[in-house]
């Protein structure tokens, strides 16, 4: 037995002893393999679901030939979320012998920081959406990369937090990697400046969506699935008077899509991998951290991109590429950073949970 047993010195700052404490090893390293491979598995789950899903998403938009149906599409997505999401919700009351649990209040639903949350939701699916059809997947992350920047701008005049100057300097990084990517993409012909304003647009209401979420889970006492439910139901009835007035619907039958089958394949599973993706981005902020998901994240973007060029036969200069790593360093630098400034327990948890919230809204169905 003593071999399996290591002794762990620990140096007691506050008072100045020294105390021994015994570890089994062989428990010790068994628990940290097995975390290991759980925490292995989530992120690679989550890299692949959010990536299989920017793809399908851009098979569903298409590209700035086709006929626009991208808020169709958004709207046929919240459909299929709602419909899973009832029946998950149903299921557990039925499970649990608790149908009360699975009900959800009138003046709930029409609460003001739920139509707040539901109003920016709706608008940052648009715009996921809109961008994506006019954008590439390769520059997709390049052109919502100042989420981060409207973070800090809407923390700084909404939330009256205190701003240092290396959150400034990575939100620099960022915009530096922002502009030099549209400077390149516009040097290589392939420029959307409308793409890169519905890049920006959706960028803001992922920043407010993420704020507004914390107020939002309250309502619901911190169940996501039932506040998940509510807001895809809202942007459900919101989006039909959208898609009549913006002519989409039409398109979308006299584009002949509705009755191709690989349309429908595809539509469905994008509508299961959205629902899949607020579940493995919350579980993956739980099994690391908000910190962690970002820089995942961002690590998924760079694999995201390189797939994208090689899929779509790209070629790309090096100042695109160093536009690319110039976003990813910055957001990651700034997730980073804002975790170790938060320095009392209550600063602490108001930033986690706006990274958290930030991180579920961020990676929605993109």
């Not at 010195?9 to 008072?15: D, E, H």
């Not at 491979?37 to 890299?47: E, G, I």
């Not at 700035?64 to 997505?77: G, H, R």
């Not at 003046?107 to 709706?122: D, E, G, K, Y």
């Amino acid at each position: 037995m003593a071999a399996w047993n290591i002794v762990v010195l620990t140096q007691g700052f506050a008072s100045g002893c020294k105390s021994f404490a015994v570890v089994p090893l062989r428990v010790h390293q068994t628990s940290m393999a097995v975390e290991i491979v759980r925490v292995a598995v989530v992120v690679l789950s989550y890299w692949t679901i959010s990536i299989t899903m920017v793809f399908a998403n851009k098979y569903l938009v298409g590209d700035k030939s086709s006929d626009d149906i991208s808020l169709f599409v958004s709207w046929v997505q919240c459909i299929a979320t709602v419909v899973l999401l009832f029946a998950f919700n149903f299921a557990r009351a039925v499970y649990t012998k608790n149908l009360e649990s699975a009900k959800i209040s009138y003046s709930t639903i029409t609460a003001r920081p739920v139509l707040q949350m539901a109003f920016c939701f709706v608008l940052m699916l648009s715009f996921n959406n809109m961008c994506l059809k006019l954008v590439g997947v390769s520059f997709y992350q390049v052109a919502r990369s100042t989420t981060i920047i409207f973070v800090v701008i809407f923390s700084v005049t909404i939330l009256k937090k205190a701003v240092s100057k290396w959150i400034v300097g990575c939100c620099c990084l960022v915009a530096t990697g922002f502009f030099l990517g549209i400077d390149q993409e516009k040097v290589m012909g392939s420029l959307s400046v409308q793409g890169v304003g519905f890049g920006v647009a959706s960028s803001i209401f992922i920043a407010l969506t993420g704020i507004f979420t914390k107020t939002a889970l309250d309502v619901f006492d911190r169940n996501e699935v039932k506040l998940t439910l509510c807001t895809n139901a809202i942007a459900i009835v919101v989006f039909i008077p959208v898609i009549l007035l913006t002519g989409q619907f039409s398109s979308a039958i006299s584009s002949g899509q509705l009755s191709d089958v690989y349309f429908w394949v595809f539509l469905s599973i994008s509508g299961i991998l959205g629902t899949l993706m607020a579940w493995i981005s919350a579980v993956q902020i739980n099994v690391t951290s908000p910190v962690t998901h970002h820089i995942s994240a961002n690590s998924k973007a760079i694999l995201q991109t390189l797939i994208a060029v090689v899929y779509y036969h790209e070629v790309k200069s090096s100042l695109w590429w160093i536009s690319v790593f110039l976003v990813v360093i910055g957001a990651c630098s700034y997730a980073i950073r804002r975790y170790h400034e938060e320095k009392t327990p209550v600063q602490a948890t108001e930033q986690i949970d706006i990274e958290k919230n930030m991180g579920r809204t961020a990676e929605w169905r993109n």
